[in-house]
């Protein structure tokens, strides 16, 4: 083989081991952000259903001041996040606004009741839960009935459940996508020191001792490619805490380290893993496949 085609050899190889950390580095930005959101999944759950408002309707007889009593008794129970007294003149303005000016006219004393706005603690937000939530405080002389929307509970909670599968799989693909990535690499890189491997196999040289050096070199690969990724991770959460302050409110940024454990290891495993199969299947090559 020609200096010439030897030069043009080990320039494709830098440039794939060029494209292959980029590549990777992309592969675990999405993997970080996917980990990120995967890791939260339970934070956001209970953000949405600590917001889920429960409506206590009071009975039409009870005054502003026995339901402002019940209100500081709803306040102690255990199972109670935070509580809103709403008098009957402000039901009255947010049923104007939703019903028109003139709804009240056709009544002779006003419908609305004194009401409590309830928002419970995330684990008591649940079918089985709410359920016993509703039974107790029904059981009280002042409340007629409980409001709140059921099927929405069981909504979030499929859909949060097979939002984190398909991030799962997502995750799996884009893995399996870096795998192939660096297989290539590998393989390009070893076909231009096959000669030197078989070399090596004739004077005895165990695959262990082959695969070292190419090991190495994916290991710093994975490294590099990880660190590159979580930088990109960072500088992404740093442009959306300035444009989406409250989406801080739901994620735990404390997680993030969790999510870069994550990110390298995925860098570590594809990188090692996928250079282990590649050296060992082209170390099984024999003499008449070096020249294929």
């Known amino acids: 083989m020609s200096k010439t085609e030897n030069r043009i050899i080990r320039k494709r190889i830098a440039n794939a081991y060029i494209s292959s950390v980029v590549s990777i580095s992309l592969v675990l930005f999405l993997v970080g952000i996917g980990s990120l959101l995967l890791v939260n999944t ?28 019940f209100k500081s008794l709803v306040d102690s129970l255990p199972f109670v996040r935070a509580t809103e007294y709403i008098s009957r003149e402000q039901g009255e303005r947010e049923m104007k606004q939703m019903l028109g000016e003139d709804f009240l006219d056709v009544f002779e004393t006003s419908p609305i009741p004194v009401s409590l706005n309830l928002t419970l603690k995330a684990e008591h937000v649940s079918p089985d839960s709410l359920a016993a939530v509703e039974k107790l405080l029904t059981e009280y002389p002042q409340v007629d009935e409980l409001v709140y929307q059921s099927s929405l509970v069981e909504t979030l909670n499929s859909n949060l459940s097979r ?12 893995m399996f996508i870096s795998f192939v990535l660096i297989n290539n690499t590998m393989r390009l890189s070893f ?62 940024v404390d997680l993030l380290l969790l999510v870069m454990g994550i990110v390298i290891a995925a860098g570590l495993v594809i990188c090692l893993a996928s250079t282990y199969v590649a050296v060992n299947r082209l170390v099984s090559l024999g003499k008449d496949e070096l020249y294929g």
């Open 42 to 69: 339970g934070t956001v759950s209970d953000y949405f259903k600590e917001n889920m408002a429960v409506s206590v309707l009071m009975k039409p007889e009870v005054g502003e001041d026995e339901a402002l009593g």
């Open 191 to 252: 076909y231009d020191k096959r000669f030197t491997v078989h070399t090596m196999k004739l004077v005895g040289a165990t695959r262990s001792f082959i695969r070292a050096p190419f090991l190495v070199k994916a290991l710093f690969m994975g490294l590099f490619a990880s660190m590159l990724a979580i930088l990109m991770l960072v500088l992404s959460l740093f442009v959306v805490k300035a444009e989406f302050a409250q989406l801080f409110s739901i994620f735990r």
């Open 163 to 174: 939002i984190s599968s398909v991030i799962a799989v997502f995750i799996a693909l884009l």
